[in-house]
């Protein structure tokens, strides 16, 4: 029977017999393979009997290749490793010709790895990040499933504009050029395939309240699409989000259900990719050596997941956090891009982060925010100005989750669609859950890929999700 690398290190029983698959990662003096099979971040040390391998087998032993391998588990008799296999039988599987193979065992930039999305998941870095996120979508689906919430799939296809921000990418079988127009001159739709003006989804949230106002805690773990132009390190056009959505809780059951999950899941991972995460903590704190002091971290990766952990968020309401902000060095000071001088504006992440990062040095919540510059969608508060939203704001990320209590009157909720523009009769199925035995309930958004990003320690979005869609890139 095959094994793989993970289980037999975990096992280190010495004389087993082992069987395995993998990819060179490097041949040496013509013994040593250090071989990966993809189920650890080790490789594992076999060592060849070259007096009884032909010249033409070792030849083809070259980093890249796929082979098949029979042999003895033995104690290493070299430094760098406990365990090593004493192959008895090799074979080429797939060879991988050095001279073309991008990949070659020394450091590459992340950009040119971009380039070569297809085959950077070889590598350390990139095998180990897509590994944590791997377990952290388990971690996602396994804290909502132990805490009562049904997985609800939300679809991808939408005649609405959930978060009212027209950045969508348009669906249609209109031919280029072709699409019928009507009597005003516009665009037919309802000649287009599904009769109607249809995108790809930017939230699954509006679909997903239908289900919680039946099933009571549902969540949606999905890809969500969306147009704006933001070449950023932590903007992608498509990206995974994670909405919880539940009936009969308010904002602070909102809050504390955000922060448990949040901490839930990286706890997940803290306990189970232990050899990647040492390997990313290690990467990091490389990486920031070559930064100015004033700009290194504090924490490595592993104390920030456990400081996360370990700590409540800090709660602050919009109002607050614009005192601070109006009174902080870097807005007297005129360093911020964009200065905060009165009550009202929306925060960019460079406030998020001085939160964050200089002033609470923690995760904050920030919550009743402007109504004016939140969704149509969220619980109008006794003020008449302010909404019942949530941010939450991560050390190096900005936003990672945003949420709200929805507004559940019918009449207000129909005043607010009014007042921002928005068609009513696009959402009379959404208002029909005001009119129908509605109720106080509340969800929130949680970026999967910048979850990705602070569990991993990696810098831009485009390192954590296998291969990235952004403005003027979607190759492979
Ligand atoms: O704050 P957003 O826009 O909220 C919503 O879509 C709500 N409907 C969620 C809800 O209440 N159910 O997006 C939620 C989160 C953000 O906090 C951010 O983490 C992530 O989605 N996000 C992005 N991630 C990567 N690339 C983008 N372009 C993103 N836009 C939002
Ligand atoms: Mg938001």
Redesign the pocket.
């Known amino acids: 029977m095959k094994c793989n690398v993970a289980k037999i290190l975990e096992s280190g029983t010495i004389l087993q017999e082992v069987n395995l698959n993998g990819w060179v990662r490097t041949f040496r003096s013509n013994r040593f393979i250090a071989l990966n099979d993809g189920s650890t971040i080790k490789n594992i040390q076999c060592v060849i009997d070259f007096e009884n391998t032909s010249e033409e087998t070792l030849k083809r032993i070259t980093t890249g290749a796929a082979i098949t391998i029979k042999g003895v588990l033995s104690e290493s008799q070299g430094k760098g490793q406990s365990v090593e296999v004493q192959v008895s039988e090799i074979k080429i599987l797939g060879d991988s010709n050095p001279d073309e193979y991008p990949i070659q065992p020394k450091k590459h930039s992340f950009e040119f790895l971009r380039e070569n999305a297809h085959l950077r998941v070889r590598t350390n870095t990139f095998s180990a990040v897509m590994r944590v996120r791997s377990a952290l979508s388990f971690g996602v689906h396994k804290y909502f499933q132990e805490n009562g919430f049904n997985y609800v799939n939300t679809p991808i296809v939408t005649g609405s504009d959930?978060?009212g921000a027209g950045e969508m990418f348009r669906v249609t079988t209109f031919e280029d050029n072709k699409a019928p127009v009507n009597e005003e001159g516009e665009i037919d739709y309802t000649k287009d395939f599904f009769g109607k003006e249809t995108n790809l989804t930017?939230?699954g949230?509006l679909e997903?309240e239908t289900f919680a106002m039946a099933l009571g805690k549902v969540y949606t773990f999905g890809p969500t699409f969306?147009a704006?132009n933001?070449n950023t390190t932590?903007?992608?056009a498509e990206?995974w989000?994670i909405?919880p959505?539940v009936a009969f809780m308010d904002l602070d059951g909102n809050m504390d259900l955000s922060e448990d999950f949040i901490k839930s899941v990286l706890a997940y991972v803290l306990e189970n990719c232990k050899d990647d995460l040492e390997f990313l903590d290690q990467r990091l704190t490389q990486e920031e050596k070559s930064k100015p002091q004033a700009e290194r971290s504090e924490m490595s990766l592993l104390e920030k997941l456990h400081f996360v952990v370990d700590n409540n968020f800090k709660r602050v309401s919009y109002t607050e956090a614009i005192d601070i902000l109006r009174n902080s060095k870097p807005n007297k000071k005129k360093k911020f891009k964009y200065l905060i001088n009165e009550w009202g504006t929306d925060l960019q992440s460079e406030h998020e982060r001085y939160l964050v990062e200089k002033h609470f040095k923690c995760p904050v919540i920030l919550f009743d925010y402007p109504a004016n510059i939140k969704a149509f969608y969220m619980r109008l508060n006794e003020d008449g100005k302010t909404v019942r939203a949530m941010?939450v704001l991560f050390p190096g990320i900005g936003?990672?989750?945003?949420?709200?209590q929805r507004e559940e009157r019918y009449d207000v909720l129909v005043e607010k669609i009014k007042a921002m523009g928005i068609d009513e009769k696009e959402l009379w199925w959404y208002l029909d859950l005001r009119k129908f035995g509605t109720a106080v309930h509340s969800?929130?958004?949680?970026?999967f890929?910048?979850l990705v990003l602070f569990a991993t320690g990696m810098s831009n979005?485009r390192d954590v999700i296998p291969f990235p869609r952004t403005p003027q890139n979607a190759e492979f």
Do not use: K, N
Not at 399 to 404: L, N
Not at 443 to 447: C, D, R, T
């Open positions: 959930a978060e930017v939230s949230q997903a969306r704006e933001s932590r903007h992608l990206f989000m909405e959505e941010d936003e990672i989750v945003g949420g709200s969800g929130f958004g949680l970026g890929e910048r979005i």
